[in-house]
């Protein structure tokens, strides 16, 4: 797969943008609004000309403000998903999907399920659908970069979740250096395999997003990266407590009072963990136990990552439990603080 | 009872407005019966000043069209420094008296203008020709489609210029494809007014055209020559002046409605800084 490289420097009103960023297979950015998550996909694309820098997709630099490098947009070769999609409002969805005058128009509308609608325009449209015509819009003028703005804020909450299931399930496959913007953490951890964050125009840390919450580099980092995302596959139907049973991938079994079935991403806050050195007792309690595998100090707290999970402790209680890499603890939380995402 | 009053008195002082507003032209139609008023516009001072009028106006027309919309176009979508004094300048002359217009136009292409000389050098004199007429023309009723222009154009997504630019589209192509069409009712809107004023244009014109029949004598310097010479032709050139008029800004509302373009998005590339 190609790859990405955006190192560049822009003045913004209030904070200098610095980032330098190299997008192999899906890469999200998180970040608070006014981070500047924007102006990167717009310095990327060519719509912003940055104060110093260079963006190169592979061998092919498209912009090197020392060299007097700055190919115009048209001349990248990026799909450009807008945040509210920015179909144009006089066409029709075909002609939207046909603006870039390549020949998969059919293929696009069919692979996106919209070739219904192909005489539609896009006023007509629910959230769901302008989202699928501007994926086929993007992608129909054969892209060397996906970048998506924010690509669920548009959505309504009921519409969200299996939005976010198809995108995932399209990035999967579609083997592009993709850069997603969001400020949402839980989307970009169920999008993309690595996660940046954003903030005030710095990227405070990027890594993988078990990395971000085992060891984020500081608090905000941490209060920012909500949430521990495991993955695994509802077995049956919710039982008579209305508990729904989830089989995590490593094959041990958590409870949650979520309804949902398939696939699915099992949320928990790390505060919402608690540890122990034997298995904690009572019903309606998940339980999971592992290696202790690191203890950062973050603030005042510790985060702790036991197997596939990270909690978060007081340093109190780290102390009186122990905890030191390579010691097993047990980790428990309640199904009730046990979220049930829906993914492809 | 106080309500009552009030009521009374605010559509009294409508009723007042509104009746000094009309009677003008309702008594242009009623001085001379509608056939007469038919009649007199086969007079050969009138079919030679609708000649000229229609003439010179078209063209101004497409001058206005051509120049005009480049124009607006990088006023509303450029920022730089000294922008409003720009715009200003561009908006002067729907405020200027146009007797200054008219004598500012003799000044810069008149005989003795700015520029005089170097056109005769090159055997061309326009001051008292149909080509002053369009240029009278062009300058006072053009600002009004500029102003419109700029106005709809600004109005125009700035994502969807970037969507278009993005997708493989160069400047032209997004002028044409995005930005023309989407602010087409508004330029629409900003021609038609341009046309009313153009046909109604009479100080600037007498001024730096003269008033010869069927040369330069637009149907208003035609009104204003009948005026003492026959006093019905130059009401039924009136009445066919109001006809026009009240036909164009009819249109206008029924057909365009004033709309702004549709958006579809936040602009969030506009701001660069």
């Given at each position: 797969m190609a790859t990405l490289s955006a190192d560049f420097a822009l003045g913004l009103r209030s904070y200098e943008l610095r980032l330098a960023l190299e997008v192999e297979g899906v890469v999200a950015l998180v970040g608070p609004s006014g981070a500047g998550k924007t102006t990167v996909l717009g310095v990327i694309a060519g719509l912003i000309r940055p104060d110093s820098g260079r963006v190169a997709l592979d061998g092919e630099v498209w912009l090197d403000v020392e060299r007097g490098v700055n190919r115009s947009p048209e001349e990248r070769r990026v799909g450009l998903v807008f945040q509210e999609y920015a179909l144009f409002p006089h066409l029709t969805v075909r002609q939207n999907v046909a603006y870039s005058r390549n020949g998969r128009v059919d293929e696009l509308l069919e692979r996106f399920r919209i070739s219904h609608l192909a005489k539609e325009r896009p006023g007509s449209l629910s959230g769901g659908e302008r989202q699928r015509v501007a994926l086929a819009r993007a992608l129909a003028r054969d892209p060397g970069v996906l970048l998506l703005d924010e690509p669920l804020a548009a959505l309504d909450a009921h519409?969200?979740?299996?939005?976010?299931?198809?995108?995932?399930?399209?990035?999967?496959?579609?083997?592009?250096?993709?850069?997603?913007?969001?400020?949402?953490?839980?989307?970009?951890?169920?999008?993309?395999?690595?996660?940046?964050?954003l903030v005030d125009g710095q990227l405070r840390q990027i890594g993988s997003p078990e990395?971000?919450?085992?060891?984020?580099?500081?608090?905000?980092?941490?209060?920012?990266?909500?949430?521990?995302?495991?993955?695994?596959?509802?077995?049956?139907?919710?039982?008579?407590?209305g508990l729904t049973t989830v089989r995590l991938e490593a094959g041990d079994l958590v409870y949650s009072t979520d309804a949902a079935e398939g696939e699915v991403g099992v949320v928990v806050h790390p505060w919402d963990v608690s540890l122990g050195q034997v298995p904690a007792e009572g019903s309606a309690l998940n339980l999971l136990s592992g290696e202790v595998a690191s203890v950062v100090q973050v603030g005042n707290r510790l985060r702790v990552r036991i197997g596939p999970l990270t909690a978060e402790v007081t340093a109190a209680s780290a102390e009186r439990l122990a905890l030191e890499p390579g010691r097993t603890a047990f980790a428990s939380f309640k199904a009730t603080a046990t979220r049930l995402v829906a993914l492809s | 009872m106080r309500k009552a009053g009030w009521a009374a008195l605010?559509?009294?002082?409508?009723?007042?407005?509104?009746?000094?507003?009309?009677?003008?032209?309702?008594?242009?139609?009623?001085?001379?019966?509608p056939g007469e008023l038919v009649r007199l516009l086969g007079n050969p001072v009138v079919r030679d000043a609708i000649v000229v009028s229609l003439k010179t106006t078209l063209i101004a027309q497409v001058l206005i069209l051509l120049f005009g919309t480049p124009l607006a176009y990088l006023l509303a979508t450029r920022r730089f420094p000294g922008r409003q004094v720009l715009v200003t300048l561009v908006e002067l002359p729907l405020v200027l008296p146009p007797a200054v217009a008219g004598?500012?136009?003799?000044?810069?292409?008149?005989?003795f203008g700015l520029l005089g000389s170097t056109l005769d050098a090159f055997g061309l004199r326009i001051g008292f020709t149909q080509t002053a007429v369009v240029l009278a023309v062009a300058f006072v009723a053009g600002p009004f489609y500029v102003r419109t222009a700029i106005a709809s154009f600004e109005g125009v997504d700035p994502n969807l210029v970037a969507a278009s630019r993005t997708l493989g589209a160069g400047p032209a192509r997004t002028f044409f494809r995005v930005a023309l069409p989407l602010a087409g009712s508004g330029l629409a809107a900003g021609e038609a007014l341009a046309f009313a004023r153009g046909l109604g244009e009479f100080g600037a014109t007498?001024?730096?055209?003269?008033?010869?029949?069927?040369?330069?004598?637009?149907?208003?310097?035609?009104?204003?020559?009948?005026?003492?010479?026959?006093?019905?032709v130059a009401v039924a050139m009136g009445a066919l002046l109001v006809v026009v008029s009240f036909a164009l800004l009819l249109s206008l509302k029924l057909v365009f409605g004033w709309q702004p373009s549709q958006r579809t998005s936040h602009s969030v590339f506009a701001r660069t800084s």
């Open positions: 519409t969200k979740a299996s939005v976010r299931a198809e995108l995932q399930q399209l990035l999967h496959g579609l083997d592009l250096p993709t850069l997603i913007v969001t400020h949402d953490y839980e989307d970009a951890i169920a999008l993309a395999e690595t996660v940046g964050v990395e971000l919450i085992a060891r984020p580099r500081d608090p905000f980092v941490a209060s920012f990266t909500g949430a521990n995302l495991l993955h695994g596959r509802v077995e049956g139907p919710a039982d008579t407590d | 605010v559509f009294l002082a409508a009723a007042v407005g509104l009746g000094f507003l009309t009677l003008p032209v309702v008594a242009l139609f009623t001085r001379v019966p004598i500012g136009l003799l000044a810069a292409l008149g005989r007498i001024m730096f055209a003269g008033s010869l029949q069927g040369v330069t004598q637009t149907l208003p310097l035609a009104i204003y020559a009948q005026f003492e010479a026959d006093f019905d």
